[in-house]
């Protein structure tokens, strides 16, 4: 259980930021257990009510009033609240219809909403938990700062309802959505990929012998895979003297009894040591942003692909996805790939590891939209201008002849279905692009 508790401390934190269960359970009865405990310390020492001023609560002999006003507000935030979660269902419809049902997430992840909730609820339980230390009988008591606390939080609630509703106003907007899956697919990148390309001195081509045979070890669970913690495989590989390749990466799909990765040396397997290596996979029912590029690339994809559909007709829309899409490929290209053989001590593999490669990514990103845009010279110019962009950036020789490889596509698919002048604007553009793979020279003009 210690050696796995990294690994559930991450998915916990991974929680805690996407989802509506964690952080305004946490807010509510955070803010709950103060009305609890302010009402009874205010009981308990009346010098607490001696410091909030006579003008906020004048009538500090009456408890009826403070009854009436912790009554007050908690009925009226419950009603605020159902207005919040009405607005908030009606958001994720529109945004699952409009735009993709893979973004849900990137709405439950909002910590606005989030905050939202979680405060309005916890002045609920606030008022709730304070309303029983406001009484007539047998002593009167009116708990003048607790009050006091719950009209401060009425007040923080009404101005967090406005901020909300402007909120929520601009996070149905597309570019909006684009933009923060973009930013938030970049910052994996930078998890995963820490280290400029060419700053770090990589062991790919590293040797090693090949097992006659190895063995595999089957997935207890079906789900996609969210995390691997390659440190912890490593630890296990070292400690055992055994070699694992891993034969599923990040944001694949794993069935149960299938295999999911495999061994060196099968006598040294044991049903505990089973379990510690799968305890270094976390899998779910659904891809998540841990360590998954390619599903941060596959969400705006979906938007573009769906703007530029015969119902929607929006190209503009799928620009903007272009735009964000070669946002995150240049940020790729400027990065080391992740390493894919791990040694310890240096030289001896003891663990292979798949990641998406930029070409997969390539693929995510473009050729489906390269497919449905032939008939749109605006996006497919837009699409030409990527390459362009990502070929400027990009130091191999190879890499930019493949982009001008996916050029003359672009230019060959559009050729077929627009007209003459349409044709002439692509090869126009992509005209640089097929400089810059012929002549490394241009690359910075």
């Known amino acids: 259980m210690k050696t796995r508790l990294p690994i559930l401390v991450r998915n916990w934190m991974y929680a805690l930021r996407g989802g509506f269960l964690v952080r ?3 807010i509510s009865l955070t803010l709950g257990l103060a009305g609890m405990i302010l009402s009874s310390a205010e009981e308990s020492f009346p010098v607490v009510s001696a410091w909030v001023p006579e003008t906020l609560f004048p009538s500090r002999a009456d408890p009826q009033i403070a009854q009436v006003m912790l009554a007050t507000i908690a009925g009226s935030i419950m009603t605020v609240v159902s207005i919040v979660f009405a607005i908030l269902l009606m958001t994720l419809t529109l945004a699952s219809m409009q735009f993709s049902p893979r973004i849900l997430v990137n709405f439950v992840r909002d910590r606005v909403t989030q905050w939202t909730l979680g405060v309005f609820l916890g002045t609920f339980l606030y008022c709730m938990a304070a309303l029983p230390a406001a009484r007539s009988l047998p002593h009167p008591f009116a708990p003048v700062a607790t009050v006091t606390g719950a009209l401060l939080l009425a007040l923080a609630s009404v101005m967090g309802l406005i901020y909300f509703i402007h909120h929520i106003s601009r996070a149905v907007s597309v570019n909006h959505i684009v933009d923060r899956i973009a930013r938030e697919t970049e910052g994996v990148i930078d998890e995963i990929m820490p280290h400029k390309r060419g700053l770090v001195s990589r062991r790919e081509d590293m040797a090693f012998e090949p097992e006659a045979t190895e063995f595999p070890v089957l997935t207890d669970q079906s789900g996609y895979i969210c995390f691997i913690d390659s440190a912890r495989l490593l630890k296990l590989a070292k400690a055992h003297k055994l070699r694992i390749r891993v034969l599923r990466p990040v944001g694949h799909f794993a069935p149960e009894g299938l295999p999911l990765f495999t061994v060196s040396r099968k006598s040294r397997l044991t049903a505990e040591l089973n379990r510690e290596f799968r305890s270094a996979f976390v899998i779910g029912p659904m891809r998540t942003m841990q360590q998954d590029v390619e599903f941060g ?13 015969p119902a929607v007709n929006d190209p503009s ?10 946002r995150i490929l240049i940020r790729w290209a400027g990065r080391a790939p992740p390493a894919t053989l791990l040694s310890d001590p240096p030289y001896v593999v003891r663990v292979i590891l798949p990641w998406i490669d930029f070409h997969h990514l390539l693929d995510t990103a473009f050729e489906q939209i390269r497919h449905y845009s032939v008939n749109d010279v605006a996006v497919s110019l837009r699409l030409l201008r990527a390459l362009n962009d990502l070929a400027a950036t990009i130091d191999d020789e190879r890499m930019r002849e493949k982009l001008a490889l996916r050029g003359r596509r672009i230019v060959a698919n559009c050729a077929t279905r627009l007209d003459p002048g349409d044709v002439k604007r692509l090869k126009d553009r992509q005209a640089p692009l097929e400089a810059t793979a012929q002549n490394p020279a241009l690359r910075s003009a």
């Open 24 to 26: 305004p359970l946490l």
């Open 297 to 309: 690339v596959l969400q705006i994809v979906d938007i573009a692909l769906k703007a530029i559909s």
């Open 317 to 326: 829309t799928a620009i903007n996805c272009i735009d964000q899409l070669t």
